[in-house]
């Protein structure tokens, strides 16, 4: 099952973050983040024994500002042995629902558009300081970043990584 993290999750999720990427950038990453208070939300998938999956959203600004409400998809993690059983396309559908409910306009997110094109991510070409053809976009709001010019911008916490 899917369901919101708790206080008490925390040290399993780092773990299960840490185990995901192999090194300790991201969890730290969430940890800053959680400190700044710059999530939006971070999901977790549970068995009946463990935590399986993480996916956290967090807060982006636009320069110059408008009056979208964004947020940014990282880290999206899944413990090395249940990869590859439709962990993470669960984390990332209940994300993306998620957002919808709390009016987020789009998601952005830095991966391997093969994978979150299923999503229907789009590789994005607003400005941000990862410029990248691996930074995409979800529209949830329709046609909210067909006007922008403005540049993305993560959450203080990401200037680390
Ligand atoms: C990426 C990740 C979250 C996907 O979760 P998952 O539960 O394994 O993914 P799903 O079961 O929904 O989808 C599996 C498919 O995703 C694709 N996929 C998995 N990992 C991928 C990766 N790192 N890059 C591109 N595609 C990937 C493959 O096509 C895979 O298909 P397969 O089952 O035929 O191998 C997980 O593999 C993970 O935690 N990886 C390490 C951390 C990481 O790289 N996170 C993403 C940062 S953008």
């Known amino acids: 099952m899917i369901r919101e993290s708790q206080e008490s999750d925390l040290e399993e999720v ?83 629902t998620k957002s919808r409910g709390m009016k987020l306009d789009a998601l952005f997110l830095l991966g391997d558009p093969n994978y979150y094109g299923r999503f229907n991510f789009k590789v994005s070409n607003l400005a941000n300081d990862y410029s990248s053809e691996y930074f995409q976009a979800l529209e949830l709001t329709k046609d909210c970043l067909v006007d922008v010019k403005s540049k993305v911008i993560y959450a203080n916490a990401f200037a680390s990584l």
């Open 14 to 96: 780092f773990n299960l973050i840490y185990s995901a990427f192999g090194n300790k950038a991201e969890s730290d990453l969430v940890k800053q983040l959680m400190l700044d208070k710059d999530l939006f939300f971070s999901l977790v998938y549970e068995s009946p024994d463990a935590i399986l999956g993480n996916v956290v959203v967090s807060k982006m600004a636009m320069k110059p500002v408008t009056n979208l409400l964004i947020g940014g998809v990282a880290p999206l993690s899944v413990l090395p042995k249940s990869q590859s059983a439709g962990i993470g396309a669960q984390l990332m559908r209940a994300a993306i």
